[in-house]
């Protein structure tokens, strides 16, 4: 896509809505920003430079070539400067010179330096909740340079003085209390579940199981609790593939989320939050973890599983597995009979979310799958794909009503490369991509469905 | 936190307008949201959804996953979505007088 005229500021007053207190205190961070917020932020700040190497690192090197400017899908849709991934970290790193680097001590806004003000900080909260965290721009940066991981640690800063979107907070909230994002208690999880066994039985005739909190079982699936409020295809698709190849499973209602909000927050939410899912295969005593279809799930369950709440030895290996590398392997070995013309009619694109192909490598499964289950299957244009793909527009903790705007914008570069296709079916293994697009199209005019990967692969899995 | 005034009574509503006590509501808190939903009239087919996601609220404490919505009230999704523009998850559970169902949704 090409870059848009520079449009400054225009950006500049779409903002998250702040949580109160109601969201802050159980998360644990304080419920108004304190008096000496100044202070405790450049603690964390100092903290988070000295426990993660890369962060500071990033700090450094940058030499401002410009490579990654207009890589960013919020660049290239609003044109406002301060979301330029440099201009964005730049942000950070003014703070930074001013307070952790000889010049900017001395010389302050001569090096370029600046106070951590009440506007500097309002600026953080408005551009650091710009950013999808979708790591774009660092598959183009010759040094490497992640904004994403400056983006974190801003937000964890942020946090750190009750400075928060509700959102988020609020989402985690429930992840804590109730075991899943979109807080569905116990009960109402058995009654979908038990819901969703009566429409494959209708569907298919057969009495296919969608097991909750059954000990002993092979595998714990971990969906994104989507699945089992907005997705029901997609739920019924991971129950269609156990079936189809007699393994033994169950969800959680301990654990009945995948997706992991601490990653937009802080780390000690991200820990928490994994954290259920070990307990919960322990408690259950499975031998395997899958996870379902969402992107920052399973950026949090792969990167960080074993290390923070590791080691994982109860487990077989590989773990966690995500369910495209499942059911790849299982077509690879021809365990599934597959019926490709159940997709006929329809022309299928892949959208690659942003944690799944740059934040896990998770790139040819879900297109082997693809190729496997359909017979017109298109790819987006090569630089928009794979570990180039784009941001959705609603990732990184964006997917709220009053970020609509900016939703949209970064949802730009993503329909362009999408309308090339002529495609009228986009696939795609995430729950966020699966909320986002459905609003992006009707913004854009775009007349297309959006479905997961299991929901195609169900379809075309002959029982 | 914002109020409303809905049907002559004061309410606490989130910024999103979605009423936070649910034990408040009444049919009349439905007919005054409607409006801001930019719904003239509530027909049989509106109050059929609004009372099946209450029923379900009241039972289960939470909204039911949409394809329940759907098959248990006849309603297929798209009439859902013409009866509630902002769909069964943001207009039907306002006007149902339900907390915003957030999440990855
Ligand atoms: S591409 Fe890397 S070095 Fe160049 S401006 Fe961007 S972050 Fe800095
Ligand atoms: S991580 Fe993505 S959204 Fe954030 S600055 Fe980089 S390209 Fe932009």
């Known amino acids: 896509m090409k870059a848009p005229p520079l449009c400054p500021n225009i950006a500049a007053n779409v903002h998250a809505h702040r949580a109160k207190k109601e969201y802050l205190e159980p998360l644990g961070l304080p419920a108004e920003r304190p008096a000496d917020w100044r202070a405790k932020a450049l603690d964390k700040f100092r903290e988070l430079l000295h426990e993660r190497r890369s962060l500071s690192l990033y700090m450094d090197v940058c030499v401002r070539c410009g490579a990654c400017a207009d890589k960013c899908p919020f660049f290239l849709g609003t044109g406002d400067p301060n979301n330029m991934p440099v201009a964005r970290a730049e942000l950070f790193r003014k703070v930074y010179r001013r307070y952790f680097t000889a010049a900017g001590k001395l010389a302050g806004r001569l090096a370029t330096a600046e106070d951590l003000t009440d506007d500097v900080l309002d600026q953080w909260f408005t551009y650091f909740y710009q950013c999808s965290e979708c790591r774009r721009c660092a598959v183009f940066c010759p040094f490497g340079v992640d904004t994403a991981e400056i983006t974190m640690a801003a937000r964890e800063i942020m946090a750190s003085i009750g400075v928060a979107p509700k959102y988020t907070t609020e989402v985690i909230r429930k992840a804590n209390e109730i075991g899943n994002n979109l807080g569905i208690p116990l009960a109402a999880w058995k009654d979908s579940a038990e819901f969703l066994e009566q429409e494959l039985k209708e569907q298919t005739g057969k009495d296919i199981k969608m097991p909750v909190d059954q000990e002993g079982a092979e595998v714990l699936l971990v969906p994104p609790s989507a699945d089992m409020f907005a997705n029901a295809d997609t739920m019924m698709g991971y129950a269609k593939l156990f079936y189809a190849v007699g393994v033994n499973w169950t969800t959680s209602t301990y654990a009945s989320e995948a997706g992991n909000f601490g990653l937009f927050l802080n780390y000690e939410q991200l820990q928490k939050i994994n954290r259920r899912i070990v307990d919960a295969a322990r408690n259950l005593r499975v031998k395997r973890l899958i996870i379902g279809e969402c992107g920052h799930a399973w950026r949090a369950a792969q990167a960080f599983t074993d290390t923070l709440n590791g080691p994982l030895h109860f487990l077989q290996k590989p773990c966690p597995e995500h369910i495209c590398e499942f059911a790849a392997r299982l077509i690879r070995g021809g365990w599934l009979k597959l019926d490709k013309s159940a997709n006929d009619g329809v022309t299928v694109t892949y959208h690659d979310p942003c944690n799944l192909a740059r934040g896990g490598g998770l790139i040819d499964e879900p297109r082997e799958i693809l190729r496997a289950v359909v017979n017109d299957f298109r790819e987006m244009p090569a630089d928009t794909i794979r570990e180039k793909t784009f941001c959705c527009g609603g990732g990184g903790g964006l997917l709220t009503e009053e970020l609509m705007q900016t939703r949209m914008n970064g949802a730009k570069p993503r329909v362009e490369a999408f309308r090339t296709t002529g495609a009228d079916l986009l696939a795609t293994p995430c729950a966020i991509c699966k909320a986002q697009f459905p609003e992006v199209f009707k913004h854009y005019g775009v007349d297309a469905r959006v479905v997961g990967v299991m929901d195609l692969l169900a379809k075309a899995i002959v029982i | ?105």
Do not use: N
Not at chain 2, 33 to 58: C, M, N, P, S
Not at chain 2, 71 to 79: A, I
């Open chain 2, 1 to 105: 936190m914002p109020t409303l005034t809905l049907a002559g009574k004061e309410f606490d509503v989130d910024e999103d307008g979605f009423i936070q006590d649910a034990t408040k509501w009444d049919d009349s808190i439905a007919t005054a949201l409607a409006e801001q939903e930019g719904i003239k009239v509530l027909t049989d087919e509106h109050w059929k959804v609004i009372r099946y996601l209450r029923d379900y609220f009241q039972k289960f404490g939470s909204a039911p996953m949409i394809r329940k919505v759907t098959k248990d009230t006849g309603l297929p999704l798209k009439r859902i979505y013409e009866l509630f523009p902002t769909g069964p998850a943001k207009g039907a559970c306002k006007l149902a007088g339900l907390p915003k169902p957030t999440g990855c949704i």
